[in-house]
Every structure is written in C-alpha cells, then in structure tokens.
C-alpha cells in the first residue's frame, strides 16, 4: 500500500510564507532609549580630533602637542599667517624637527 499524501492548501502554504517574511523584533531596546539620561563615559566627549602630522593617530585638538611653523619647519601657512602643526606626542614632533632640521639646516 502506498502512504496518503496530505494536500497542501494554498492558504496554509500563503499564511507560511506571511509568517517568514514578518520583520523580527530586537530583543533589546533601541540606542536611543539607553541614551536617555545615561551618564556619558569619561573622557569621550573631548571635543575635535585632529591627525598627527607624523604618525597620522587621532588625538584630541587639547592633548595634541603644536610646533609653530618657522622657516625652520617649512615656512608660513598660505595667506602669509603663522601656522602650528599637531603632533600625537612629542617623540612623534621631535621626529619632525629632526627631520626638518637636518633638511634645512
């Protein structure tokens, strides 16, 4: 004897595919409910970053350490201003004044 074989209705085989394709909801909530009077970590909103002239590392614009440009370190910045490169630490700006100091010196 052969098994029955159980037709598929169209609804079931519809309802199915409607239940697959509903969008699943996050367990967690959203970040902008957690953001709501939470307390911000320290030292996170340090304000602008700028890139070492050297290394390239992102540091924040009130721990980077400046070197005012002088004919010794290439000169004035256009417009004829005096300009400061930004630097992540001073080894990354002594590297530089070495560097320039034995090109222009």
């Known amino acids: 004897s052969t098994p029955a074989v159980r037709p598929s209705s169209a609804s079931s085989v519809s309802s199915r595919l409607a239940a ?17 009077g939470a307390p911000s970590r320290p030292g996170t909103s340090g304000g602008e970053k ?9 540091v924040y614009l009130q721990r980077a350490v400046q070197v005012p440009m002088t004919p010794g370190t290439g000169g004035k910045a256009e417009g004829g201003s005096n300009a400061a490169r930004h630097f992540c630490s001073e080894s990354c700006a002594d ?7 034995s090109h222009w010196g």
Do not use: D, M, N, W
């Open 50 to 58: 700028i890139c070492c002239y050297e290394c390239f590392k992102q």
């Open 95 to 101: 590297r530089f004044r070495q560097g320039h100091s």
């Open 20 to 36: 697959a394709a509903a969008p699943v909801l996050a367990s967690r909530p959203g970040t902008g409910a957690s953001l709501t």
